[in-house]
């Protein structure tokens, strides 16, 4: 039983660290940098799209 529940935490550790290394590497490569814009871009494609 125990382990089981120590590969389930492992497995679970590694998931959470990848996630907080893809966020690191998105806010080094300037992914949040300008949020408003690329939200208007995508309104702008879907206004075009409409017309």
Request: aromatic share 12%.
């Amino acid at each position: 039983m125990i382990d089981v529940t120590m590969i389930q935490f492992f497995v679970a550790l590694l998931m959470s660290l990848g996630a907080v290394c893809i966020f690191i590497w998105a806010v080094l490569s300037g992914l949040f940098t300008d949020v408003e814009e690329i939200k208007m871009r995508a309104y702008r494609t879907e206004v075009s799209k409409d017309e």
